[in-house]
Nanobody
Framework: VHLVESGGGMVQAGASLRLSCTGS????????MGWFRQAPGKDREFVAR????????DVAESVKGRFAISKEDDPNTVYLQMDNLEIEDTAVYYC???????????????WGQGTEVTVSS
């Protein structure tokens, strides 16, 4: 399984970014996909998840109302729309995939390489 993320960058507080991630590989099929993030000196933190069909999704309380996870035509591609970014959102954002539904990072088998998001004042 191979996960490729894109869309990170440096923005000012209040701005928006959209991350995307596409999964591929001979065993990649009908996986739940999601996003975690890791800020400097902190543990990895659940951000959002969505099931393969895109019918079920949720986001962490810390980003609710500002972030949204979605899919469009390709069920193997997931998006994370991040609005009204705050300095505390600065982190490396990782795309994840697994057959299970969890908010625990240890459960997720497949991780992307990460994309950096930096929010400044």
């Amino acid at each position: 399984v191979h996960l490729v993320e894109s869309g990170g960058g440096m923005v000012q507080a209040g701005a928006s970014l959209r991350l995307s991630c596409t999964g591929s590989g001979p065993t990649f099929a009908r996986y739940t996909m999601g996003w975690f993030r890791q800020a400097p000196g902190k543990d990895r933190e659940f951000v959002a998840r969505i099931n393969w069909r895109g019918a079920m999704s949720d986001v962490a309380e810390s980003v609710k109302g500002r972030f949204a996870i979605s899919k469009e035509d390709d069920p193997n591609t997931v998006y994370l729309q991040m609005d009204n970014l705050e300095i505390e959102d600065t982190a490396v954002y990782y795309c994840v995939a697994d057959s299970r539904w969890s908010v625990q990072p240890a459960v997720w088998d497949y991780w992307g390489q990460g994309t950096e998001v930096t929010v400044s004042s």
